[in-house]
């Protein structure tokens, strides 16, 4: 007889840019992967479609903060691994809604975490934690053990959550895990996002006369990847003998100015095109963030090569394919 075990993944937040690429992995890996979201309607399937992996995933929608929900799943399914992705995860919004960021970032992972505790805690836990945490740092590059200050509620939540991981794992042996990752693009980001934002609208407005690219603080600089590859980390994080936490980022940073200059020169759109937007300024802002990789990549053996620049181009790439098969 065969005794052999398809492994049950959990993904939270599967609907989003990196449920989707860690769907991808995981299925490739043989994981029987059960998708967690908000709600089951057909929009939340559009990345998953994309990769042409939806009808592999089982969906359950679960009201993250409803415990008793989390634990009927947890019973239902019996995971061996949860990765939990779901956040109001935009920074600029955080602003807007505080009180829903906050509660929603830090009560659901507690949820999962006292579901794990009290009904099957030998489940390895992902969570997705943030740079964002360190906020206003001093010194460069960002490392595990940087003090954190946090700059937005976004971070706040982020910071709270991460901390109740290590606690989790410090007070009852859990084995639970932060991936602390610095900014991360791929095709499958939403718009509201910076780097997705400007390849997005400039693809599709280059010949507009009456288009111009509205944006904030372009003199920040950030560390920023790609997500296909980062999702790696997340698997390896949980392969690993002991639980720990770690930053997965490209090492460097560049200012937003120098991502839109990249852009409009690659799509020969001139510089006068960008129009700073004071509506588009937070109330505060990390000035220059990049981390260190190196225990990722000696610990986790995570590899992880790409500037950034080239990561921009298979973006626009991708971008101008997507448009020309409509
Ligand atoms: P994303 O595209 O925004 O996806 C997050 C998912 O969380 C959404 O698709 C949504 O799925 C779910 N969600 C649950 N509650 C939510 C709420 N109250 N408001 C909004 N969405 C909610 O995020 P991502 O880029 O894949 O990032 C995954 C995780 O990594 C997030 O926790 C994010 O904060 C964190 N992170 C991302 C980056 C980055 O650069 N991308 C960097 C560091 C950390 P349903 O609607 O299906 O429930």
Redesign the pocket.
């Known amino acids: 007889m065969n005794n052999y075990k398809l492994k049950i993944a959990f993904i ?10 860690l769907s991808r992995l995981l299925l490739k890996k043989g994981y029987k992967v059960i ?6 309607h057909s929009e ?1 399937m559009q ?1 998953l479609k994309s990769l042409c992996i939806d009808e592999f995933i089982i969906m359950e929608e679960c009201d ?1 903060l409803d415990i008793s929900s989390v634990i009927a799943l947890i019973n239902k399914y019996k995971p061996d691994e949860i990765y ?7 920074v600029g ?1 955080s602003f807007k809604q505080p009180i ?2 906050i509660s ?2 830090i009560v ?1 992972v507690l949820n999962l975490l006292e579901a794990i505790r009290l009904i099957k805690p030998d489940i390895r836990f992902y ?6 945490m360190f906020g206003k740092v001093t010194n460069l590059p960002v490392s595990i053990d940087t003090p954190m200050h946090p700059l937005s509620p ?1 971070a706040i939540s ?1 910071a709270s959550a991460h901390w109740t991981v290590v606690n989790y794992r410090e007070s009852y042996g859990i084995y639970a895990c932060n ?7 791929s095709f ?3 718009t509201g ?1 910076f780097v997705k934002k400007v390849i997005y609208e400039t693809v599709r407005n280059k010949n507009n006369p009456y288009w111009n690219l509205k944006v904030g603080n372009i003199d920040i600089k950030r560390d ?2 790609y ?1 296909p590859y ?1 999702v790696e980390a997340m698997w390896l994080m949980l392969q690993s003998q002991n639980p720990d936490d770690f930053i997965i980022c490209s090492g460097k940073s560049i200012t937003l100015r120098s991502i839109i200059e990249h852009v409009f020169k690659k799509l020969d759109v001139p510089m006068n095109k960008l129009i700073i937007d004071y509506e588009l300024l937070r109330p505060t802002d990390i000035d220059d963030i990049y981390g260190d990789n190196r225990p990722a990549k000696t610990k986790l053996g995570w590899e992880y090569n790409l500037s950034f620049y080239e990561v921009l181009d298979s973006l626009i790439q991708e971008e101008i394919e997507f448009l020309d098969k409509k």
Do not use: M, P
Request: charged fraction near 15%; glycine fraction near 12%; avoid cysteine.
């Open positions: 939270t937040g599967i609907s989003g840019q990196d449920g989707a690429y998708g967690i979201t908000r709600n089951n939340n990345k993250l939990n992705l779901a956040a109001q995860s935009s919004l829903g960021t929603f970032n659901s969570q997705a934690s943030s740079s964002e976004y982020k991936g602390v990752l610095f900014n991360h693009e499958l980001r939403s996002f920023f990847g997500s980062y």
